[in-house]
């Protein structure tokens, strides 16, 4: 029986890196929700980057490039990270760079593991399906808002966790699992109203971006799977799950 564990936050990481080899990376408002729906409409990779310097490279050679910081795109770059900029038909097939206040930090934490891959509510059912095939120790990091715990990322995270314990062949043994289970039950009738009162969903309440918001706590919106692979994030297939830690 394999094992699954939550980690709330990035700065939570040290504490569990030694132990797993397979991260899930969370970050559901809004960057790993965006990148789910990047690759579910047809973006050809995703390049996270953890800095501004280094979104201002790629920029300065021609890239696409995507940033966000405090919930803002920052002055000077060509979107943010709201999932409906990457539906854009004009994307297809394209590379794009993204760098954000979270998400692609949590990323780049993780990179140098045998397999990342990045998860949402957006992408529920196919990730944990395809996580309980995988028949490895597995965990789940929130990108969580600058090092701390944030409550939709662990919502997240519980129902990821739940559906894996479910299938009877996971166990957890640290509380931080346990707790973000409970979590996602007592909140999975209505996330959306559950977290009123969050910090980062007021955030983009002030910000306007509701919409973004309902998107991101919607389940099953998306199939795709991203996957890290040579620094570069794509849909994950059966030949990047054999070539992604080369």
Known sequence: MNRIEVCFSPGEYHLYE???DLVVVLDVLRATSAICTAMEHGVGEIIPVATLEEARAYKAQGHIVAAERGGQ?????????????????????????????NGTKAINMAK??????????????A???WLIEQER?????GSGW?????????????????????????FADEDSTVAAKFIFRS???????????????????????NDDVKYCL?????????????????RLNHETVESASV
């Open 187 to 209: 909140s999975r009738d209505n996330m959306f109203a559950f977290l009123k009162a969050s910090s980062h969903r007021r955030r983009l309440r002030k910000l306007n971006l």
């Open 146 to 170: 600058k090092d701390k715990f944030n409550l939709e990322d662990t919502i997240c995270a519980g129902a990821i966790a739940d559906k894996c314990l479910e299938s009877g062949r996971f």
């Open 18 to 20: 030694q132990d797993f």
């Open 137 to 141: 120790d597995i965990l789940v990091l």
């Open 112 to 125: 140098d593991k045998d397999t990342v891959v990045i998860g949402s509510l957006n992408n529920l059912d």
């Open 218 to 234: 919607t389940p099953n919106n998306c199939t795709a799977i991203p996957i890290l692979k040579n620094g570069s994030l794509v």
């Open 127 to 129: 990730l944990c399906a």
């Open 73 to 101: 795109i920052v002055d000077g770059f060509d979107m943010g990270n709201s999932p409906y900029s990457y539906m854009d038909p004009k994307l297809k097939g394209k590379s794009v760079v993204l760098t954000t206040t």
